[in-house]
């Protein structure tokens, strides 16, 4: 079964502003981390943001914030100011617990994303 | 800042032939990965390594498929006999802990012919 869904396999923003990445997730698990990732055209994998299923508040790093809403199993990343640079491939990740496993991500299919001037 | 590296960057190989796959995981790091990424399509999960045995594996990682810590630095992906869908980008990621966060490393691209 899919656990990792990103519905939208290409998105436009215009430099400057904000442009929201969706995700949605399925687990049974009530311990859980969500990640995103950044993948330029390079290839590597950039650590963008996590959430864990426990946070009270969404967890935001510089221009990223991620918008959890929990009852609704989604994790929306959103970039504020884009940039030029944003462009690329943003993949959202879940990890399941228990501690007792090596706690493998799995990955969504991805979004790219293209900045326009 | 320390980072996870790779090698090598890219590697062809003819279809059958043993290849082997470095990594050097962040020094204090004690969670070690290994992901493959077919182009165009999404990461997948190959196996996880902790305490120097393997404690998860996907489907994928088949009899063909071995990981070792050789030392203390250096971690490794064996494949045995390369097939031409074992063509893909693969990452080493590496965490303190089962529950923090994965530091990718760059990839290494692995293209059989």
């Not at chain 2, 003819?14 to 990965?33: A, K, T």
Request: proline share 4%; net charge negative; with cysteine.
């Amino acid at each position: 079964a899919q656990k990792i869904t990103q519905t939208q396999p290409g998105m436009f923003v215009q430099e400057k502003e904000a442009v929201t990445l969706d995700c949605t997730y399925d687990t049974s698990d009530p311990s859980y981390g969500l990640f995103w990732y950044k993948q330029p055209s390079s290839g590597e994998m950039i650590f963008l943001i996590y959430q864990g299923s426990y946070d009270q508040q969404n967890a935001t790093e510089g221009r990223y914030s991620l918008n959890f809403q929990k009852a609704r199993k989604s994790a929306n990343l959103v970039i504020s100011a884009s940039q030029l640079g944003d462009s690329a491939m943003y993949f959202c990740a879940m990890r399941e617990l228990p501690y007792n496993q090596g706690g493998k991500l799995i990955f969504g299919q991805g979004t790219e994303l293209s900045v326009k001037p | 800042e320390p980072e996870v590296t790779q090698t090598p960057s890219h590697q062809v190989t003819q279809m059958g032939q043993e290849v082997i796959l470095r990594c050097v995981p962040i020094s204090n790091h004690l969670y070690f990965y290994w992901y493959r990424q077919i182009l165009g399509q999404k990461v997948e999960f190959l196996v996880s390594f902790y305490n120097n045995e393997i404690s998860e594996k996907s489907e994928i990682f088949d009899d063909q498929f071995s990981v070792e810590r050789p030392d203390g630095s250096n971690f490794t992906l064996k494949i045995r006999s390369t097939k031409l869908e074992d063509s893909a980008m693969y990452f080493c990621a590496s965490s303190l802990a089962s529950g923090n966060e994965q530091f990718f490393g760059p990839g290494t691209r692995l293209t059989v012919l």
